[in-house]
């Protein structure tokens, strides 16, 4: 018997710790339904309160046809036009009743439809999502409605030249993969899109089903009160046939350069190198999280000589991308003068070519380390901000306990394989080079 005991103490012990290591402190419960629906339930000491998230795998990459893209963005709005059970202005007013506001957003790889509210009134929250993931409606004159409320946003947005810069830039990144376009869209698609009802219904039909989504509840809950309603709303969801396959981007083999003439903002540089899909056992993502975080923050020597020295810069940072197939890891400077551009190029350079040849110091890296595990533990302090957070690795890999995995591979990153990733990735041929300036041409090699 207290052979017994004592085994059974030793293998709690041994799970309390490998909890206690993981960077969510919390227990993650899945449960696939049969129709490949994924439920994600994470109990949360939020008393009366519960998050409530539809993870769909689908975004931008997935718009693989000419003509048509901006799809995947557009029913982001029109998940809200309402369904025969449900008009849109009953779906606002139950939702209401159980005081919560429903949103919506997309990107490259996914859309998440979000609400956060009544606990108590969770089997409501199931009622009304199921209904307009399953039996979305609406008709012709409605779509149009909508397709013209995304062409005003697009318009509004386009209105920045920032965005005018980022959509030419990535359109000259990628020739071939369908990250060349913006999760908006082509403008020439968007001023079609009313002509496209039939190929919206088509685009729903094709990814809004059970094996494309995962639904994510964080709060006061249990799983066996999730599963249940997740199995009696949305068990009877019929699984769908169609894979869209993302074209593959050409290596790329030569520098290009993207330039927006405009004295109206502050001149600007922005350096896009061609970095690696998202992955939770490969060490290149956070050795470059820690390596753009060491470089380009606000507390890096670069940052200080730049910005609060030379006061040639108004602001710098840098990053990768997270994404399901490689994108970019991009460097953004705003300059005081458009004169310093190609020096500030040249200093960003040098500081990348230093770290390929000595790569950083042990204590930058176990402080980096630490402050990036610190600034995720810090913000995950509510429902909310742990679905959405669960829901960002449920997005580039459809298993949430890939967030644990990351922060995991995050400490075993050393000096070497930083050296490693800045001369894979921080090379010339992979590089577009985008500038804003008064000139009508960039001035940078």
Do not use: C
């Amino acid at each position: 018997m207290k052979t017994f005991l004592l085994s059974a103490l030793l293998v709690f012990a041994a799970a309390t710790a490998q909890t206690q290591s993981k960077i969510l402190p919390y227990p993650i419960y899945q449960k696939t339904l049969s129709n490949g629906l994924n439920i994600v339930t994470v109990p949360f000491d939020s008393p009366g309160l519960a998050a409530f998230f539809v993870v769909v795998r689908v975004g931008s990459r997935n718009e693989v046809e000419k003509g048509v893209t901006g799809f995947a963005h557009f029913f982001e709005h029109m998940m809200f036009r309402g369904t025969e059970k449900y008009s849109s202005e009953q779906y606002n007013n139950i939702l209401k009743s159980v005081g919560a506001n429903a949103n919506a957003n997309t990107s490259l790889d996914r859309t998440i439809y979000h609400m956060t509210g009544d606990a108590a009134k969770l089997e409501t929250m199931f009622e009304l999502e199921s209904d307009r993931f399953m039996h979305l409606k609406y008709s012709e004159a409605d779509f149009k409605t909508e397709a013209g409320a995304v062409k005003g946003e697009y318009t509004k947005n386009f209105a920045s030249p920032y965005q005018q810069l980022y959509e030419n830039m990535v359109n000259t990144a990628f020739t071939t993969h369908t990250y060349k376009h913006t999760t908006m869209g082509f403008f020439k698609d968007i001023v079609d899109m009313p002509n496209q009802y039939q190929y919206s219904l088509e685009f729903f039909n094709r990814y809004y089903r059970p094996e494309y989504s995962t639904v994510v509840i964080v709060g006061d809950v249990k799983p066996e009160q999730t599963n249940a309603l997740a199995e009696k709303y949305f068990g009877n969801w019929k699984r769908g046939t169609y894979v869209s396959h993302v074209p593959v981007e050409p290596v790329q083999d030569s520098t290009r350069y993207v330039h927006l003439q405009n004295n109206s903002i502050p001149p600007s540089l922005s350096l896009n190198y061609k970095g690696p899909a998202f992955s939770d056992s490969a060490l290149d993502i956070p050795s470059l999280d820690i390596l753009t975080t060491i470089l380009f923050s606000n507390i890096s020597p670069l940052y200080k000589k730049l910005v609060l020295q030379e006061q040639k810069v108004r602001s710098l940072y840098g990053g990768a991308t997270d994404s399901r197939d490689p994108d970019l890891i991009s460097i953004e400077a705003s300059l005081i003068k458009k004169d310093d551009l190609q020096y500030v190029k040249d200093e960003i350079v040098k500081a990348i070519e230093q770290v390929k040849r000595n790569g950083v110091d042990e204590k930058s890296l176990a402080e980096t380390k630490m402050r990036l595990r610190n600034s995720f533990a810090m913000s995950i302090d509510n429902p909310s901000t742990i679905a959405n957070a669960l829901a960002h690795y449920i997005y580039l890999t459809g298993d949430p306990e890939s967030l644990n995995r990351s922060y995991a591979l995050l400490d075993k990153v050393t000096i070497d394989d930083i050296k490693s990733a800045a001369k894979k990735y921080f090379v010339p041929s992979s590089l577009t080079i985008a500038t804003i300036s008064a000139d009508a041409e960039g001035g940078v090699k």
